[in-house]
């Protein structure tokens, strides 16, 4: 750009002498005068698009002055007369939006939009854009990259860079972006914009891979939008990324240029968002391999800590063909599955189960880990090898074990089991006619569910409630009141309005505290399997999560706790550490590998499911007791209705969604 110089320097600013004038046509003469000025004052601008903005500087001061001063018409004729009189328009105006944006004033910033807008309207029509590449360069690299989202697409729109003529050099653009490992979330923008994806233009794993490996979701949302074909590329890419061949993923990151090493892939970031994706976009997860085999692993883990680390006691052969036939149904005729259930069996040091599910499954010797492979050679030496003690504990350890946790006496007579909608109201309304003589606060109801995972669920992480559990102590007749709601039958009875009821006679009632543990996970569950649950759950005027009170007692006053040892600095925050604290010994936690499935449940699953409620109840009374006792102040209402954080909130609101 050549903007004509002369060698007189005038020193009047004629800008500033004219900063009360109000009157249109004097404005017009002075913004005239002041152009003309500019013109005068020597210019170091070249062709080659690089430029002097002090030949413009105290034009553009004064249009910010009236901008600020919310004077629009006076800045908007000065900068039209700039651009009418100019013979580079589009070059006028991008030394504008460059100086503008490359400021650290962020009301300058605001001016982006109203400078374009200005421009569309008093743009000359049979003038070109005329800018050379290194000006179209520098739109991208400083102005687009400067600028926020929402101004993006309209400087894209006023240089018209969506045209065929500027796609080349924006393809380019990009390209050298990603390979300098450049801001990849602006590219990402800069490509949604222009639907690059749309035309094959940029490959779509080009963009994405690079987000992924970022974390960068709520970018990858916005560029794959609703549009289908493209979250199937998303699940399919990210699946691509988790596979167990690492030289597949290695030629994937190579096909794209990504220079990252494949073992640095965090894949437990990758399923957890995969996960949430296959929910949020409605897709089989045996559409993706990969992911539908990690899933599997997953949830065979969770199947061996079940059986090996959370069992109390001997196990029962019905328990033990439940979960054979878990184990059977969900890895099927997987063989990649089928070596790693030996893999896991040599973990928990259980060599016999190894080597009848390997002959069960007729793996090889090469297929099976060394020390199978030997254990079976032992056998048919008809050597003795003694089964893992952490399958079939002796009779003493499973009595040492149930002399260690805490479980209070409950009888079967005392538990309500409701199985059908006309008996809801009827043991609600006993809890609500109660009153507790402790203090002045409405009686202790305690509040958990049970729950079971389905391997058939197109995400293994579903969560299917059994039953909803409720204890509180009639402090009339010093008995407990215990209810098992039976869901997987009342479900089928309740209406939406039905359940909505229930729940806020639950969560917001105004006749008793509701206890639980934990409260944002048990929200999870419920409102995954009973939406119309939503709007109570949220509310939850009526709960206490005594998971709160435990952090807040173990950080201000731990002495309410009878069994707190400084010592021990146990990092558990669990319901079980909750209940040694208070009482010396953790919770029975027995039967929660039963299967919670089947009907009718056994006693000692009624027994059992109850317990955790019950708990609740013992904790609250036990810290209003100590910290009487210790003179500590407390009131319950300091706890009352739980605070959501806003990333739970989020969460729970994408669930209802």
Same mark, same amino acid.
């Given at each position: 750009?050549?903007?004509?110089? !002369?060698?007189?320097?005038? !020193?009047?600013?004629?800008?500033?002498?004219?900063?009360?004038?109000?009157?249109?046509?004097?404005?017009?003469?002075?913004?005239?005068?002041?152009?003309?000025?500019?013109?005068?004052?020597?210019?170091?601008?070249?062709? !080659?698009?690089?430029?002097?903005?002090?030949?413009?500087?105290?034009?553009?001061?004064?249009?910010?002055?009236?901008?600020?001063?919310?004077?629009?018409?006076?800045?908007?004729?000065?900068?039209?007369?700039?651009?009418?009189?100019?013979?580079?328009?589009?070059?006028? $105006?991008?030394?504008?939006?460059?100086?503008?944006?490359?400021?650290?004033?962020?009301?300058?910033?605001?001016?982006?939009?109203?400078?374009?807008?200005?421009?569309?309207?008093?743009?000359?029509?049979?003038?070109?854009?005329?800018?050379?590449?290194?000006?179209?360069?520098?739109?991208?690299?400083?102005? @687009?990259?400067? @600028?926020?989202?929402?101004?993006?697409?309209?400087?894209?729109?006023?240089?018209?860079?969506?045209?065929?003529?500027?796609?080349?050099?924006?393809?380019?653009?990009?390209?050298?972006?990603?390979?300098?490992?450049?801001?990849?979330?602006?590219?990402?923008?800069?490509?949604?914009?222009?639907?690059?994806?749309?035309?094959?233009?940029?490959?779509?794993? /080009?963009?994405?891979?690079?987000?992924?490996?970022?974390?960068?979701?709520?970018?990858?949302?916005?560029?794959?939008?609703?549009?289908?074909?493209?979250?199937?590329?998303?699940?399919?890419?990210?699946?691509?990324?988790?596979?167990? !061949?690492?030289?597949?993923?290695?030629?994937?990151?190579?096909?794209?240029?990504?220079? %990252?090493?494949?073992?640095?892939?965090?894949?437990?970031?990758?399923?957890?968002?995969?996960?949430?994706?296959?929910?949020?976009?409605?897709?089989?997860?045996?559409?993706?391999?990969?992911?539908?085999?990690?899933?599997?692993?997953?949830?065979?883990?969770?199947?061996?800590?079940?059986?090996?680390?959370?069992?109390?006691?001997?196990?029962?052969?019905?328990?033990?063909?439940?979960?054979?036939?878990?184990?059977?149904?969900?890895?099927?005729?997987?063989?990649?599955?089928?070596?790693?259930?030996?893999?896991?069996?040599?973990?928990?040091?259980?060599?016999?189960?190894?080597?009848?599910?390997?002959?069960?499954?007729?793996?090889?010797?090469?297929?099976?880990?060394?020390?199978?492979?030997?254990?079976?050679?032992?056998?048919?030496?008809?050597?003795?090898?003694?089964?893992?003690?952490?399958?079939?504990?002796?009779?003493?350890?499973?009595?040492?074990?149930?002399?260690?946790?805490?479980?209070?006496?409950?009888?079967?007579?005392?538990?309500?089991?409701?199985?059908?909608?006309?008996?809801?109201?009827?043991?609600?309304?006993?809890?609500?006619?109660?009153?507790?003589?402790?203090?002045?606060?409405?009686?202790?109801?305690?509040?958990? @569910?049970?729950?079971?995972?389905?391997?058939?669920?197109?995400?293994?992480?579903?969560?299917?409630?059994?039953?909803?559990?409720?204890?509180?102590?009639?402090?009339?007749?010093?008995?407990?009141?215990?209810?098992?709601?039976?869901?997987?039958?009342?479900?089928?009875?309740?209406?939406?309005?039905?359940?909505?009821? $229930?729940?806020?006679?639950?969560?917001?009632?105004?006749?008793?505290?509701?206890?639980?543990?934990?409260?944002?996970?048990?929200?999870?569950?419920?409102?995954?399997?009973?939406?119309?649950?939503?709007?109570?759950?949220?509310?939850?005027?009526?709960?206490?999560?005594?998971?709160?009170?435990?952090?807040?007692?173990?950080?201000?006053?731990?002495?309410?706790?009878?069994?707190?040892?400084?010592?021990?600095?146990?990092?558990?925050?669990?319901?079980?550490?909750?209940?040694?604290?208070?009482?010396?010994?953790?919770?029975?936690?027995?039967?929660?590998?039963?299967?919670?499935?089947?009907?009718?449940?056994?006693?000692?699953?009624? %027994?059992?499911?109850?317990?955790?409620?019950?708990?609740?109840?013992?904790?609250?009374?036990?810290?209003? /007791?100590?910290?009487?006792?210790?003179?500590?102040?407390?009131?319950?209402?300091?706890?009352?209705?739980?605070?959501?954080?806003?990333?739970?909130?989020?969460?729970?609101?994408?669930?209802?969604?």
């Amino acid at each position: 750009m050549i903007l004509e110089s !002369d060698d007189t320097d005038h !020193d009047d600013n004629i800008l500033f002498g004219n900063d009360t004038s109000t009157d249109d046509s004097e404005h017009g003469k002075n913004s005239k005068t002041v152009f003309i000025e500019s013109k005068k004052k020597p210019s170091n601008t070249q062709s !080659d698009s690089s430029y002097n903005f002090s030949n413009y500087l105290e034009i553009y001061e004064q249009i910010y002055k009236f901008y600020c001063h919310d004077e629009h018409k006076q800045w908007q004729l000065l900068f039209s007369d700039i651009i009418k009189q100019s013979s580079t328009p589009y070059q006028i $105006l991008y030394m504008f939006l460059d100086h503008t944006l490359s400021t650290t004033n962020n009301k300058k910033h605001k001016m982006v939009i109203p400078f374009i807008e200005q421009f569309k309207q008093i743009k000359p029509l049979n003038k070109n854009i005329e800018l050379d590449e290194t000006i179209k360069h520098n739109i991208l690299l400083k102005i @687009c990259r400067r @600028c926020l989202f929402s101004q993006l697409e309209s400087i894209i729109d006023i240089f018209d860079l969506r045209s065929i003529d500027n796609r080349l050099i924006v393809i380019n653009f990009i390209n050298e972006q990603i390979e300098q490992h450049q801001d990849i979330i602006f590219i990402s923008q800069l490509t949604k914009i222009l639907k690059l994806f749309e035309i094959n233009a940029i490959p779509f794993e /080009k963009i994405i891979i690079p987000l992924i490996l970022k974390s960068q979701w709520e970018t990858i949302k916005l560029v794959v939008e609703d549009n289908k074909i493209l979250q199937r590329k998303l699940l399919q890419t990210i699946d691509d990324l988790i596979s167990t !061949d690492k030289t597949k993923v290695r030629c994937l990151l190579a096909e794209y240029s990504i220079g %990252i090493n494949s073992n640095y892939i965090d894949i437990h970031i990758l399923k957890r968002a995969a996960r949430k994706l296959l929910k949020q976009y409605n897709f089989d997860l045996h559409d993706f391999p990969n992911l539908a085999m990690h899933e599997k692993i997953s949830f065979l883990k969770t199947l061996f800590v079940r059986k090996y680390l959370e069992r109390k006691n001997i196990c029962d052969n019905e328990d033990d063909e439940s979960w054979s036939e878990q184990i059977k149904e969900l890895i099927h005729d997987n063989r990649d599955l089928q070596i790693k259930l030996i893999d896991l069996f040599v973990d928990y040091t259980d060599l016999d189960s190894g080597d009848e599910w390997a002959r069960f499954y007729n793996l090889e010797d090469f297929e099976i880990p060394e020390q199978v492979r030997i254990h079976r050679q032992n056998i048919l030496k008809n050597d003795t090898i003694t089964r893992s003690i952490s399958i079939k504990p002796s009779i003493c350890l499973t009595k040492q074990l149930k002399d260690n946790i805490y479980k209070p006496t409950i009888l079967l007579s005392d538990i309500v089991y409701i199985e059908t909608d006309s008996d809801v109201d009827p043991f609600l309304n006993r809890f609500e006619c109660a009153r507790c003589n402790v203090g002045s606060h409405l009686p202790f109801v305690g509040f958990d @569910c049970e729950t079971f995972m389905d391997p058939t669920q197109r995400t293994l992480n579903s969560q299917i409630i059994s039953t909803i559990q409720l204890a509180s102590l009639l402090i009339s007749r010093n008995q407990y009141l215990y209810g098992v709601f039976d869901m997987l039958a009342l479900r089928l009875q309740f209406d939406i309005k039905s359940l909505a009821e $229930l729940a806020q006679r639950l969560f917001c009632s105004r006749d008793f505290i509701l206890l639980t543990y934990n409260y944002a996970c048990d929200t999870s569950s419920l409102i995954e399997n009973y939406p119309s649950m939503n709007d109570a759950l949220m509310q939850g005027t009526a709960v206490i999560d005594l998971f709160r009170v435990q952090q807040y007692i173990l950080e201000h006053c731990p002495q309410v706790f009878p069994y707190y040892d400084v010592l021990l600095n146990s990092k558990s925050r669990g319901l079980s550490e909750l209940v040694r604290l208070c009482f010396g010994r953790p919770l029975d936690k027995s039967m929660q590998t039963s299967d919670w499935r089947k009907r009718p449940l056994k006693q000692a699953q009624l %027994i059992y499911s109850v317990l955790d409620a019950r708990v609740l109840v013992d904790i609250a009374l036990l810290i209003e /007791k100590r910290t009487h006792s210790l003179q500590i102040p407390w009131s319950w209402s300091n706890f009352k209705g739980y605070i959501w954080t806003n990333k739970a909130f989020k969460k729970r609101v994408e669930i209802d969604v």
